[in-house]
T-cell receptor, first 114, second 118 residues
Framework: ETGVTQTPRHLVMGMTNKKSLKCEQH?????MYWYKQSAKKPLELMFV???????ENNSVPSRFSPECPNSSHLFLHLHTLQPEDSALYLC?????????????FGQGTRLTVV | AQSVAQPEDQVNVAEGNPLTVKCTYS??????LFWYVQYPNRGLQFLLK??????LVKGSYGFEAEFNKSQTSFHLKKPSALVSDSALYFC????????????????FGRGTQLTVWP
């Protein structure tokens, strides 16, 4: 248990559905991240929030919409996804965006788009 | 450009033998270096990091890594492998010279699948 909790663990959705992924951390961290992990590809950084402010959007399609209502919670809203969006979505947090500290990862949400 | 290379997709070792998982990096400034491990259907778990000081850092589960500035490497090692060490290992670097939108970003390697056979 790393202190970063993601729900749901598994999600199957159709291309016309709307769903949300949730991430929660109780570590007192100020920075939160969304990563996408696809088979045979490197980890892709999607979004970064520092003190609830989005500091990075790594050219992610608009069908992915992040929300960070406070430093402890991060959401990823999904709509009209494509089959190639099927992947493991990982949330992470760290003490700060520029700090020397490591990031702590949640267990991920395995997303399948059908 | 900042990058991390893990030259081996797969490493196979026998239980009880020493293991090495290789990592090289390229950054503009000084690197902060990290190793993570991922078990099937799980998130990444932090193993160890190098920030400054002693080039040999020790981490969780008996792992250690050696920072070599001249070779820009940060190889992960363990003196005696266990079957339970079988997992996917990621090297990552944070570039202290990053500015603007890339400030603080962690750059990950593609991962190395370690298999320890009994």
């Amino acid at each position: 248990e790393t202190g970063v909790t993601q729900t749901p663990r598994h999600l199957v959705m159709g291309m016309t559905n709307k769903k949300s992924l949730k991430c929660e951390q109780h570590l007192g961290h100020n920075a939160m991240y969304w990563y996408k992990q696809s088979a045979k590809k490197p980890l892709e950084l999607m979004f970064v929030y520092n003190f609830k402010e989005q500091t990075e959007n790594n050219s992610v399609p608009s069908r992915f919409s992040p929300e960070c209502p406070n430093s402890s919670h991060l959401f990823l809203h999904l709509h009209t996804l494509q089959p190639e969006d099927s992947a493991l979505y990982l949330c992470a947090s760290s003490q700060g965006y520029r700090e020397r500290t490591e990031a702590f990862f949640g267990q991920g949400t395995r997303l399948t788009v059908v | 450009a900042q990058s991390v290379a893990q030259p081996e997709d797969q490493v196979n070792v026998a239980e009880g033998n020493p293991l090495t998982v290789k990592c090289t990096y390229s950054v503009s400034g000084n690197p902060y270096l990290f190793w993570y491990v991922q078990y099937p259907n799980r998130g990444l778990q932090f193993l160890l990091k190098y920030i400054t000081g002693d080039n040999l850092v020790k981490g969780s589960y008996g792992f250690e890594a050696e920072f070599n500035k001249s070779q820009t490497s940060f190889h992960l090692k363990k003196p005696s492998a266990l079957v339970s060490d079988s997992a996917l290992y990621f090297c990552a670097v944070r570039d202290t010279a990053d500015r603007g939108s890339t400030l603080g970003r962690l750059y990950f390697g593609r991962g190395t699948q370690l298999t320890v056979w009994p």
